[in-house]
């Protein structure tokens, strides 16, 4: 990998030079080309709205993808968005200041959802699920408007893992945050390239670059969120049993759908066994009335 100061991006300057950082820099490459790869992601040409809310997630994104494209191993053009949602004390100024000193193309939207959020919401209910909604909505009308073919977010190993138990333990389905999907419209991919990349090393990674994190208030000061405690509950799992987070991710891209109940997935009705040759005189086998 390229570490001299001429010869990276500037998203990488002032990166430290120690080599736990180069191990962790190289895993979190590694892991997010692995990701794009095995999903099929690259569309040679395209154009990538890279979603940047500020997070230590989504910085990690951004300056992965703008490594590997330094490399010429992601030939796609990327461009940074931040859709200010118009939460008060957002510090409006700092990602577009970041993003014109290390010299990425950006877009800053400014939208006001929040305002429709605290309006629509009732009182001791969550707002993660509107909040998202426009958000999504707001991110698939820039991407068109700048010609972009796909959507690029930031979720990691862990949100993925999380999602899925959170649609096991309350929407009743085996389903979770897929790394690559097709919106509703069919005109626009959905790409998590940190599919593989642990939340942890995430954390490592902005913190060690030093980057602005702004904090999601919105959500973050809500108590008793459904993904908060999904999350305490992994943490105390992987505390007790060390690698079990990436235990239970690999068994998602395991499943077996004849070991499972869903018919729709296999055809157990129509399952048969190998013929046998009846014995001489044998009983038949009673109808179920």
Known sequence: MLDESEDIHPLFSGAPA????????????????????????????????????????????????????????????????????????FPATVLPEFLQAKGVPHRIEYQDTYSIVMDKVPEGRTFCALCSRLRRGNLYRIAREEG?????????RDDILETFFMNLFHGSRLATMPPKLVNEE???FVYRPLAFVAEADCEKFARAMNYPIIPCDLCGSQDGLQRMQVKALLDQWEKNH???????????????????LDPDLFDFAGLMREPVALKENAPEV????
Not at 24 to 43: F, N
Not at 46 to 56: E, P
Not at 286 to 289: F, G, N, W
């Open 242 to 260: 060390p690698g079990r987070r990436q235990k239970m991710f690999r068994a998602l891209m395991n499943t077996r759908p004849s070991h499972l």
């Open 18 to 89: 120690t080599t736990e950082f180069k191990k962790l820099r190289k895993r979190i490459v590694r892991d997010t080309r692995d990701a794009i790869e095995k999903y099929g992601m690259i569309e040679r040409g395209a154009r990538w709205l890279v979603c940047l809310s500020g997070g230590k997630d989504s910085y990690t994104l951004l300056a992965v993808l703008h490594e590997l494209q330094w490399r010429g191993l992601l030939p796609v053009d990327i461009l940074a968005c931040n859709l200010d949602q118009g939460q008060p004390g």
């Open 286 to 289: 009673p109808k179920l009335s």
């Open 186 to 188: 069919g005109d626009l």
């Open 148 to 156: 972009c073919s796909a959507v690029v977010l930031g979720h990691h």
